[in-house]
C-alpha cells in the first residue's frame, strides 16, 4: 500500500527519496510527496496527484534540495486522492509527516485538536498526527518525546516518520501494525516502509520491532520500545539486490515474474532435499518434534496465497491423511475458531506484513495452537520473525501487483511441508522419494511450459473482448482455475469467476452462451472423465471452450472447443503449478491487448498493510 522513503545526509537527499519512492511504485499509489529542510527551519514541500513522475515533473519546476526530507506515496483511505490529502502533511513550526496505515480514533483526536485552535487543511487521519505531535512539542523534550506521547493516544495501525524544522538533524520513526525500518549509511541513514526502497544507497537494515520509535540522526540510532526503554535492534545485511527490482528487457515486471519462476521454484527447494529426502530442518529447529505431533492443519492466507493454502488442503489430506482447513485470514481473525489438539498454525503471505494474516497469526498465538509456521518471502518481514516455524520461498522481489512466481514458489512450499508431515504420518520413504523428485522435476517442467506464451498470446486476442469468463476445475485445480479468475479479473477487469466443474449445472450454466469463454484446467489423473463429462455440458448449450489440456487426456480441437495442449504429461502433484503459468499468461496478454496497468492495476495495492 503507502510508502515510505526518508533520508539525513551531508548530500542533498531528494535524488534518494525520489528514486526510493519510484521503487515502492509497486505498492499502489494514487499521489505522492515529498518534504525538505533546505537551510534554515522553513520546510519545503511538494505534493502530487498521480505518478511519481508528477512528483519529478514538479520538482523540475520547482527546484529544491536539502539534507534532511520524507516522501510518501498515498493511496487513499481517509478522503479522496487529491494534492491536499496527499502526504507529507505540516503542522505548525515545520512539524512534517507522512503515515502508512489507519488511525481509528482520528476523529475525536480531531475534535480535541480543533478545540485547542488547530486548523485542518485535509480530510485525512494523518494530519490529526501532525497536529497532535506539535501539540506534545510544547511540553518541551524534544521530537522523540513527542511522537512517543502521540503514538501512545493512537489507536490503529501506523507506521510514521517525523521531522521538525527546529531539529535539522532528526527523522523520528514509528511503527504498530505497518511495518518501519532503517537503512544503515556512513554518517548518512535511512528510513523506508520497504527494503526495496533504499538498496541503492546501502544493505544494512534495522527493523523496528512492534511498538518501537527511533530517533535517526546522521551519525546515531536510537530505538525506544513501547514502553520507552532503550533497546538494541540487531543489524540486518540484506541479500536482495538493487537490480533484482529492473524490468530488464521485459515490457512489464509481471512478465519478468512469469518468466522467472522456474529459477525461482529451483531456488525455494534448493539445499532443502538431499539424497532424494526431504529435510524437515529445513523449516526450523523445532520442526520434526512439531510435525511429528501435529495431528491437523490450519492454514489462513489472503487473495492467492489463499489458493496457495487450497490446494496443499488437497495433498495434506490426500497424502498425509491428516485433516485440514483452509480460511480466508480476514474471516479468521474475526471469529472465536475451535483449535483442536495438536493443531498445527500455517500462514502464508508474500510480503509478510498483510494486515489481515499478521492478525490472525497474532491470534493464533492466544488461541491454543501447538505451533505457527510462516510461509513467506520476505526474510526481515513481521510474519517471519513472529513465527516459531518459518519455510522461506526465496523467489525474490515481486514488484507486478498481481502475483505470479511468488504463487508458484508458495506451491513448491507447500509441497515440501506435505512430504515432512507426511513422514511421520505413514509415508514410506520410497513414495517420499518420489515426491521429492516430483518437485525436483518442476523448474525445468516450469521452463518448457514458457513455450506456450505464442500460442497464448494468440488466444488472448479472442478473450480480450469479451467482457466475462468462466473457469473450471476440480480436485487441486479448483484453486487453479480461481487463481487464474483472479488472475484475469485483476490485470484485464474483465471479469472473471472459477467453479469446481462438478458445480456446472447447480447455477453457473445458466450463464453459458457463445460470448462468455469456459476455460479449463484439464491434467490427466483420477478426475479427467469427470471433466470431459462437464465440458461436453458447456458444448451442448453453445459455449466456447479453451481446454489447456495433458497431450495424454484424448482431449483434441474441434468445433467450439480449442485445445492448448500442455508440453508434457505432469503428474497430480505437479500440475496446480505447471498450469497455473499458461492462465498467468493469458491474463497478461489480455491486459496488454486491452492497454491497462499491468503492473499497477487500479484500486490495487501490491502489500496490504491495513484492514
Known amino acids: 500500500m503507502c510508502g515510505i522513503v526518508g533520508a539525513v545526509a551531508d548530500r542533498d537527499i531528494v535524488p534518494i527519496l525520489i528514486e526510493g519512492l519510484k521503487r515502492l511504485e509497486y505498492r499502489g499509489y494514487d499521489s505522492a510527496g515529498v518534504a525538505v529542510l533546505n537551510g534554515g527551519s522553513q520546510v519545503s514541500r511538494l505534493r502530487a496527484v498521480g505518478k511519481v513522475a508528477k512528483l519529478s515533473e514538479a520538482l523540475a519546476t520547482t527546484p529544491t534540495s536539502g539534507h534532511l526530507g520524507i516522501a510518501h506515496t498515498r493511496w487513499a483511505t481517509h478522503g479522496v486522492p487529491n494534492e491536499r490529502n496527499a502526504h507529507p502533511h505540516i503542522s505548525r513550526d515545520g512539524v512534517a509527516i507522512v503515515h502508512n496505515g489507519i488511525i481509528e480514533n482520528h476523529e475525536e483526536l480531531r475534535a480535541e485538536l480543533e478545540k485547542l485552535g488547530y486548523e485542518f487543511s485535509s480530510e485525512t487521519d494523518t494530519e490529526v498526527i501532525a497536529h497532535r505531535i506539535h501539540h506534545h512539542l510544547q511540553a518541551g523534550g524534544g521530537l522523540c ?69 527511533a530517533c535517526i540522526r546522521r551519525r546515531s540510532i536510537q530505538v525506544m520500545d513501547a514502553k520507552g526503554q532503550a533497546v538494541e535492534r540487531p543489524e540486518y545485511v540484506s541479500e536482495q ?23 525461482a521454484v529451483a531456488q525455494t527447494l534448493s539445499e532443502r532435499v538431499a539424497g532424494g529426502r526431504l529435510l524437515s530442518q529445513a523449516f526450523g529447529p523445532a520442526a520434526t518434534e512439531v510435525f511429528r505431533r501435529t495431528t491437523s492443519v490450519h492454514i489462513v492466507a489472503c487473495g492467492t496465497s489463499y489458493h496457495a493454502g487450497v490446494v496443499a488442503r488437497y495433498f495434506i489430506e490426500q497424502i498425509c491423511r491428516v485433516p485440514c482447513r483452509v480460511e480466508i485470514a480476514s474471516e479468521f481473525r474475526y471469529r472465536d475458531p475451535v483449535v483442536p489438539a495438536n ?26 495452537f501447538l505451533s505457527t509456521l510462516a510461509i513467506c518471502n520476505v526474510p526481515e518481514s513481521s510474519l517471519v520473525r513472529e513465527s516459531e516455524l518459518v519455510m522461506l520461498t526465496r523467489a525474490g522481489p515481486e514488484i507486478g501487483v498481481a502475483s505470479t512466481k511468488a504463487f508458484t514458489t508458495q506451491l513448491a512450499a507447500l509441497g515440501m511441508l506435505v512430504i515432512a508431515i507426511g513422514k511421520h504420518h505413514g509415508l514410506a520413504t520410497e513414495r517420499e522419494q518420489k515426491l521429492v523428485h516430483r518437485l525436483l522435476e518442476l523448474p525445468s517442467m516450469l521452463e518448457q511450459t514458457l513455450a506456450l506464451d505464442p500460442v497464448i498470446r494468440g488466444l488472448a486476442k479472442e478473450i480480450a473482448p469479451k467482457h466475462h469468463a468462466l473457469f473450471l476445475g476440480r480436485g487441486a485445480m479448483f484453486p487453479i482455475a480461481q487463481e487464474g479468475a483472479l488472475k484475469l479479473k485483476e490485470i484485464s477487469y474483465i471479469h472473471a469467476e472459477a467453479y469446481a466443474a462438478g458445480e456446472l449445472k447447480h447455477g453457473p450454466l445458466a450463464l453459458v452462451d457463445a460470448d462468455m469463454p469456459v476455460i479449463a484446467v484439464a491434467p490427466n489423473n483420477d478426475l479427467l472423465e469427470k471433466v470431459k463429462s462437464n465440458l461436453q455440458e458447456v458444448r451442448a448449450r453453445g459455449g466456447m ?40 499468461l493469458l491474463a497478461y496478454h489480455a491486459a496488454v491487448l486491452k492497454g491497462t496497468d499491468v503492473d499497477q492495476p487500479r484500486n490495487l495495492a501490491k502489500s496490504v498493510t491495513v484492514e
Open 145 to 213: 518525546q513527542a511522537v512517543q506521547r502521540t503514538v501512545a493516544e493512537l489507536r490503529g495501525a501506523y507506521s510514521l516518520a517525523v521531522m521538525w524544522g527546529q531539529d535539522p538533524d532528526c527523522i523520528v520513526l514509528a511503527r504498530a501494525g505497518c511495518p518501519a525500518l532503517i537503512g544503515i549509511g556512513r554518517d548518512e541513514n535511512f528510513v523506508a516502509s520497504d527494503i526495496a526502497a533504499l538498496l541503492p544507497v546501502t544493505r544494512r537494515f534495522v527493523i523496528l520491532e512492534e511498538g518501537d520509535v
Open 241 to 263: 539486490s538493487a537490480e533484482a527490482a529492473e524490468r530488464g528487457e521485459f515490457a512489464h515486471f509481471m512478465l519478468k515474474e512469469i518468466h522467472e519462476q522456474p529459477r
Open 343 to 368: 493443531s498445527l498454525f500455517v500462514s502464508i503471505s508474500q510480503s509478510g506484513e498483510t494486515a489481515d494474516t499478521l492478525a490472525a497469526l497474532r491470534l493464533a498465538k492466544k488461541a491454543g
Open 545 to 584: 471452450l479453451y481446454v489447456f489440456a495433458d497431450p495424454e487426456s484424448g482431449i483434441e480441437s474441434s468445433e467450439g472447443v480449442k485445445v492448448i495442449t500442455m508440453p508434457r504429461h505432469v503428474s497430480y502433484f505437479q500440475s496446480p503449478a505447471v498450469y497455473t503459468l499458461p492462465l498467468q
